[in-house]
């Protein structure tokens, strides 16, 4: 069972780490390419964390930064032998999370900073950009928040 969702979490690094060298080569670096009524793509840099937060900081972020991801991937890792074969919300939860985080920091490790492309807005307001690593983290953690409210008793 490890060996499936390890394999999702590989996929995932993959189709962010291609995704983001395709932004690099075709896009110029922060100017919108309208693809769809409020949704750009956008090549953006982010040497900080989620919304850009400590990206103005003097560099000691990058391996802040860095330190949790890596803590996070080998707690995740652990979390994920752990489970039951029967846990398959909760496995593909960390899965994905473990993707994004890995995504992410191959970026902070080779780069300094996290390729962003992807943006959305309305009229004037811009959600952050962000890339397909971030999106596989935030659905693995809407995924977590679901298992943990709606887990059957003898799930726990």
């Known amino acids: 069972m490890m060996r499936k969702w390890l394999g999702l979490s590989v996929v995932v690094v993959l189709l962010d780490q291609l995704t983001k060298y395709l932004a690099q080569s075709k896009l110029v670096y922060g100017e919108p390419l309208a693809i769809l009524p409020s949704f750009n793509f956008t090549l953006l840099y982010n040497r900080g964390a989620a919304f850009s937060f400590l990206s103005d900081a003097s560099g000691w972020q ?22 039951r074969p029967d846990q398959y919300l909760l496995a ?15 970026d902070r490790l080779w780069l300094g900073h996290v390729v962003d492309f992807i943006q959305l807005y309305y009229r004037s307001f811009y959600w952050p950009a962000f890339n397909l690593a971030d999106s596989a983290i935030s659905l693995g953690a809407v995924l977590l928040i679901r298992d943990a409210l709606f887990a059957r008793e003898e799930d726990s």
């Open 62 to 83: 990058r391996w802040f930064f860095v330190t949790i991801s890596l803590v996070a991937a080998v707690l995740l890792i652990f979390w994920l032998r752990r489970l």
């Open 92 to 106: 593909l939860a960390l899965a994905l999370i473990l993707g994004g985080a890995v995504g992410n920091l191959i």
